[in-house]
């Protein structure tokens, strides 16, 4: 397949070019040639001439199944939140897990999302549909004492495809859901089959005590000194210090920052931005659930990424638009392992391409592009494409729209009987 | 809106009488919130790793210049025991629900503040946290009157030690390289703020004396009295 005469290909390589006005050639999935526009010859070919290619994005930190939960609460803090949904959460169904997962997809694909980091549970579900709609996905299997067994021998059969789509890891919700004798079997399991660890760490200041009460530890010392951090996902990171921020770059972790979720939780959190950035953390970006965000998009996470920072360290010259393409799409990449995440040759042909005749991007032009992007553009993309193959299209649109209505009713009569 | 769910913040400002805590405490008073009292931990010891030691010894003084109640107490060594007990007098006798810091990249003082907060169920505000300290010191010269008491760093001429500083001072100590703390946050200088918008009365320093322990090693001492404003 050609994507024809792009008007601009945004590359995202090392030394961020961006390209005008070439062809980009798709072969077996992966990109195999960028040239200056040939000839047009029969075959299968998209006309990009009005159209803006990127790399497909990353959610970094998710958890796709509750998206049933969006718009359920507004006003409660973390803690409070918990409380009203867990019960709640309790009574799905693998049916409502499932239409609620897909509810999910169906967002983040119309968005421009090509991959996510998942922290499930019941994960068959999550699974099926990620397959069924051809996204690509990091699922971690959120385990306790109780359901590690159920969570290795899902992590093993995931390992066992050696699917370009699907990666295990193993994810723990906190630091006080299970025993330290199961985040020490965790961490083997990960070290052994060279999987990741997707940890909720330090995102809030109750967390950050309770650890230092219980251990004498801030919560990143503590991880590391179980030795979890290697090589592991660390979502949020709110509460941490700049030795910790050391640490984290020691152990090669990738950190994903969510913004919107903490700011709606009213976490009170200050992520550590130019602390981790010092230290070259690769910084991924996550919605978090739909529940605390409300959107799965990465628009509006890489425009709020921006804003918080710059806002927080009163430094417009931080977290620029760059900076959170950057985290949305490489660094996202780093948390995954998927190779993904920038246009060049060799690498998976996962792309979103957005119209550049969009109201909002305009005027629009080269220099103006990544700007107008980050901090105008929400809406949907015009496809996005995943190991060369169109998963979402905007003609799609109406047939989803449907389909998502469907799924809507069924999860709010749920609601409705349970609230 | 529901007004009822809306609760007014009531901010205790740890304040020590430096620039910093009496620069936070003025963001916040110009962010429109309410500054309830101010709470001082004066330190035992003149290593103290949490709290401010110059001048504390007349902290009545500094205070009454807020016309602001202050809570005090002796900080013993256990530190953070001594700031969960003075948060606590602060709720009891103020009902204070927030706590102003003017810490700006100390994560041992961020840290620990939080840590007692949350036990207490309190708020922090740390206005400056993770600001450029060049920055800081630039907006505080010409935000407020204050001067240095100490200077023990190589970088800091003793000359400006007493003096009003001045935006040019700010000028000459951005363009030290030995200087890492701009603003002083690793103790280099101890400043002692005289005048700001939230002062009632300004602060002037009489009977002064300095002394020089080495050539990096200055230290001012006097009398703090309180004059009107004019």
Redesign the interface.
């Known amino acids: 397949m050609i994507l024809k005469n792009c008007r601009f290909v945004i590359t995202q390589d090392s030394s961020r070019k961006i390209l005008e006005n070439v062809d980009l050639h798709i072969e077996d999935g992966k990109i195999k040639s960028i040239s200056k526009p040939g000839k047009k010859k029969p075959g299968d070919y998209i006309d990009c001439s009005d159209k803006i290619i990127l790399p497909g994005l990353t959610n970094a930190h998710t958890h796709i199944a509750m998206t049933l939960f969006r718009g359920f609460e507004d006003g409660l803090e973390l803690n409070d939140w918990l409380g009203k949904i867990n019960p709640i959460e309790e009574k799905l169904t693998p049916k409502l897990i499932s239409l609620s997962a897909e509810l999910g997809i169906m967002e983040m694909l119309s968005k421009g999302v090509a991959s996510f980091v998942d922290m499930c549970y019941p994960f068959k579900e999550t699974y099926l549909v990620s397959g069924k709609y051809g996204i690509r996905s990091v699922l971690g299997p959120g385990f306790s004492d109780k359901s590690f067994k159920e969570a290795i021998t899902f992590a093993k059969s995931l390992l066992k495809l050696k699917s370009a789509f699907f990666r295990p890891s193993l994810s723990h919700q906190s630091i006080y859901t299970c025993s330290e004798k199961t985040l020490l079997m965790a961490r083997d399991f990960a070290r052994k089959h060279n999987i990741k660890l997707n940890i909720h760490a330090a995102e809030t ?2 967390e ?2 309770e650890c ?1 009460k219980k251990n004498r530890m ?1 919560v990143i010392e503590y991880l590391d000194s179980l030795g979890l951090l290697d090589n592991s996902i660390l979502a949020h990171c709110g ?1 941490i ?3 910790e921020a050391r640490i984290i770059a020691e152990k090669s972790a990738v950190v994903v920052h969510n913004p919107v979720s903490n700011m709606k939780l009213a976490t ?1 959190a ?1 992520f ?1 931005y ?1 602390e981790l950035s010092l230290q070259n953390v690769p910084i991924a970006l996550g919605t978090d659930s739909a529940a605390s965000n409300n959107s799965l998009g990465m628009f509006d996470e890489m425009k709020a990424m921006c804003l918080l920072n710059k806002n ?4 417009a010259s931080l977290a620029k638009a760059q900076d959170a393409l950057d985290s949305a799409t490489i660094h996202g990449a780093s948390a995954t392992g998927f190779a993904n995440g920038s246009i060049e040759l060799g690498k998976e042909a996962d792309l979103a391409a957005i119209s550049a005749k969009s109201l909002e991007l305009m005027p629009l032009r080269k220099d103006s592009l990544l700007g107008n992007l980050v901090y105008s553009f929400n809406s949907y993309v015009d496809f996005t494409m995943i190991a060369g193959k169109i998963v979402f299209d905007k003609a799609m649109l109406p047939e989803w729209l449907k389909r998502a209505d469907k799924i809507s009713r069924e999860l709010n009569q749920f609601i409705e009987k349970n609230r | 809106m529901q007004k009822e769910r809306l609760a007014f913040l009531r901010i205790g400002a740890l304040f020590s009488g430096g620039k910093d805590s009496v620069y936070a405490m003025n963001l916040l008073n110009l962010s429109g919130n309410e500054i309830a009292c101010l709470i001082s931990l004066i330190p035992e010891s003149a290593d103290s790793m949490l709290f401010h030691v110059p001048f504390t010894e007349q902290i009545d003084t500094l205070a009454e210049a807020f016309g602001l109640p202050l809570v005090k107490v002796t900080a013993a060594q256990d530190e953070l025991f001594s700031l969960k007990r003075a948060l606590k007098k602060a709720i009891e006798k103020h009902s204070i629900n927030a706590v102003c810091t003017g810490a700006i990249a100390s ?1 041992y003082q961020r ?1 620990r503040i ?2 007692v ?3 207490l169920g309190l ?2 505000f740390s206005p400056l ?4 300290q060049e ?1 800081i010191l630039l907006e505080e010269t010409g935000f407020m009157n204050f001067i240095l008491v100490t200077a023990t760093s190589e970088g800091i001429s003793r000359a400006v030690l007493g003096k009003s500083f001045q935006p040019d001072d700010a000028g000459k100590i951005i363009q030290q390289k030995v200087l890492s703390n701009k603003a002083f946050e690793g103790g280099e200088a101890e400043s002692l703020a005289l005048d700001s918008p939230m002062h009632k009365k300004k602060i002037q320093l009489t009977d002064t004396l300095s002394r020089s322990d080495s050539e990096f090693e200055h230290y001012l001492s006097g009398k703090a009295i309180l004059v009107d404003k004019k």
């Not at chain 2, 946290?129 to 450029?132: A, L, P």
């Open positions: 200041r109750k950050v005590l230092y801030f509460w210090t700049k030795g009170g200050f550590p130019t927080n360290s009163w430094d | 994560d840290m939080s840590m907060a949350e036990e708020r922090v946290w993770h600001k450029s920055k």
